[in-house]
């Protein structure tokens, strides 16, 4: 997290740090999946995770959501040349970064100690 929100700070790098931020997305909703009693399986498909959660009725659907829809297709898009034809939205980036701490920290804090 710390890297993303220093390159959407600094502007650095637009869709390595937007990858970047759909795989952390990726990694705390298998960590609420987990804790909700899924069974860890290898995708990094953002909707599949999300269908995931709705199916398993989380209170985390409605803060998901946004962010499954605007990160879905970076992780894959923004490792490909080719895909890369609109401009960075620094403001839109570090409102993710955000959203996507927020999230984080919500999911940490149903963890035990």
Known sequence: ?????????????FAAARSKLAEILEKVLKAELIRIGWELEKTHDLDRLLQSLVERNSDIVSMATPLCDALADVYFTDRYPGFDLDDPDWPRLRAQVEQVEALLQSIQSRLPA
Do not use: G, L, Y
């Open 1 to 13: 997290m710390d890297m993303v929100r220093m390159a959407a700070e600094k502007e650095i790098s």
